[in-house]
T-cell receptor
């Protein structure tokens, strides 16, 4: 596809369950980013990948959050033992290379933890 | 930590009027970018201005950057109802990733 895709678009889960969110970046983009946006708020940076490595994991809010990227393309963000405060829209973005380049965003995954 | 902060938080105007949004930041930057977000979903990049630039235009958009005041403004001229969205500034500093502000909600009424 031409843009960044994310799946699922919506996810409703029960507290304590694990969830996995997927991001498929634009082909050829080596940098990939995950953000979280709570209702009416700005974007909270979670993690950044350059290729398959994640040099900056400082934004992950707790050890229940993890992310991986294999083959320099698709990335998954996993949240274990979900809590109600994890409810938010999770946005993925990619860019050609430099961290400071224009970022192209996916449509996001709206996560609701009941 | 919050880098860019937009002002005002919300702006309501009539179609045809101009809309001006401001962004202030705290540390030195490499570039500053403006994004638009519709319906709480993915952001769309509007314009990037580098630290050595003072003004940039793209269609009906005009962005200024004053590094001495650590501020930027986004002007949308001849606004349309379709411009209704949230607008975010994002700053790029050193080797860090982009830092986004909380956004300005713009409502353009027909």
């Amino acid at each position: 596809g031409a843009g960044v895709s994310q799946s699922p678009s919506n996810k409703v889960t029960e507290k304590g369950k694990d969830v996995e969110l997927r991001c498929d970046p634009i082909s050829g983009h080596t940098a990939l980013y995950w953000y979280r946006q709570s209702l009416g708020q700005g974007l909270e940076f979670l993690i950044y990948f350059q290729g398959n490595s994640a040099p900056d994991k400082s934004g992950l809010p707790s050890d229940r959050f993890s992310a991986e990227r294999t083959g320099g393309s698709v990335s998954t963000l996993t949240i274990q033992r979900t809590q109600q405060e994890d409810s938010a829209v999770y946005l993925c973005a990619s860019s050609l290379a430099l961290k400071t380049d224009e970022q192209f965003f996916g449509p996001g995954t709206r996560l609701t933890v009941l | 930590s919050q880098q860019g902060e937009e002002d005002p938080q919300a702006l309501s105007i009539q179609e045809g009027e101009n809309a001006t949004m401001n962004c202030s930041y705290k540390t030195s930057i490499n570039n500053l970018q403006w994004y638009r977000q519709n319906s709480g979903r993915g952001l769309v990049h509007l314009i990037l201005i580098r630290s050595n630039e003072r003004e940039k235009h793209s269609g009906r958009l005009r962005v200024t950057l004053d590094t001495s005041k650590k501020s930027s403004s986004l002007l949308i001229t001849a606004s349309r109802a379709a411009d209704t969205a949230s607008y975010f500034c994002a700053t790029a500093s050193g080797y860090s990733t982009l830092t986004f502000g909380k956004g300005t909600m713009l409502l353009v009424s027909p």
